[in-house]
């Protein structure tokens, strides 16, 4: 079974600096885009940084220049870099990902169960 398990959310305060890990584990064949949503209380989820599996990257206009996303392919793992972080990026953050189970397979969205931060002023 496929799943994706997000790690390193928490409280920070206004400035500061969080690093978000999300891991692919199970069967699979292939991991393609990775990305990271986040969802603050009463909004919508929104798509905050994708990579593709070849390294290129494009970001939420609020966050470019603060985040950073990369990737270690050999190991299934997305990462999420957050500096200058400010109240307004105060949300759950979850991982997503395409992944295919074999050669054939077209695959399909895998979500991780998210997990929180919380900048405080």
């Known amino acids: 079974q496929v799943q994706l398990a997000e790690s390193g959310g928490g409280l920070v305060q206004t400035g500061g600096s969080l690093r978000l890990s999300c891991a692919a584990s199970?069967?699979?064949?292939?991991?393609?885009?990775m990305d990271w949503y986040r969802q603050a209380p009463g909004k919508q989820r929104e798509l905050v940084a994708i990579?593709?599996?070849?390294?290129?990257?494009n970001y939420l206009d609020s966050v470019k220049g603060r985040f950073t996303i990369s990737r270690d392919n050999a190991k299934n793992l997305v990462f999420l870099q957050m500096n200058s972080l400010k109240p307004e990026d105060t949300a759950v953050y979850y991982c997503n990902a395409w992944i295919q189970k074999s050669k054939v397979d077209i695959g399909m969205d895998y979500w991780g169960k998210g997990t929180p931060v919380t900048v405080y002023p």
């Open positions: 990579i593709t599996s070849g390294g290129g990257t």
């Open positions: 199970g069967s699979f064949f292939r991991v393609n885009n």
